[in-house]
């Protein structure tokens, strides 16, 4: 059997996580899963209020992504999710998951992130948590399993960095 890699693309909101995902997830021919739909209502709602969430009110949420995860590790498939992922222990926890965890952190200059921020439709985190975000943020680090992407190029040279970096093809599955 080859190895289960689940590939978590992680960074601040505005960030371009979900299209990197997508893409990343269509490539490899891979199952692909959004952090978001993983939220509590009580976490949407607070967010959409412009409060940022705490830690207690993350973990259930990281323990939910870590479990599906896992779901996928025990139906033999390696899977793509979004997640913030802002703090070393969040991440921590995503690798319980079985199966190698990796980790795509995209990163790009506050202004990029607010005006994709303000540009969106249909989202529930305005763009006055970018602050908070950027302030808990701690970036990958050498030690952890992944690489950090700019998100300044289009999201398809985004991907192919990735992919590249991470040393990824149809056969990692």
């Known amino acids: ?9 992680m960074g601040v909101a505005g960030s ?3 299209t990197t995902a997508r893409i990343l997830a269509e490539r ?7 952090a978001d739909e993983f939220h509590p209502p009580e976490n949407i709602a607070k967010m959409s209020a412009g409060h940022p969430l705490t830690d207690e009110d993350r973990w259930p949420w990281l323990r939910a992504i870590r479990d599906w995860l896992t779901a996928r590790t025990h139906a033999g498939e390696s899977a793509v999710v979004t997640c913030s992922a802002l ?25 990029l992130l607010e005006d994709r921020m303000e540009h969106r439709a249909g989202h529930f985190m305005p ?11 701690e970036p990958l680090t050498d ?3 992944g690489v950090t992407v700019s998100v300044e190029a289009s999201p ?9 970096a991470l040393h990824l093809t149809e056969e990692s599955r």
């Open 87 to 111: 703090k070393v222990a969040y991440r921590d926890l995503l690798r319980e998951a079985e199966g190698r965890v990796r980790f795509v952190h995209l990163v790009a200059a506050a202004p």
């Open 127 to 137: 763009p006055s948590l970018l602050a908070s975000q950027l302030d808990t943020l």
């Open 143 to 145: 030690a952890e399993d």
């Open 156 to 164: 398809d040279v985004v991907a192919d960095q990735a992919i590249a």
């Open 1 to 9: 059997m080859t190895e289960i890699v689940h590939v978590v693309v």
């Open 28 to 34: 490899l021919g891979l199952p692909y899963a959004e």
């Open 16 to 18: 371009g996580k979900t």
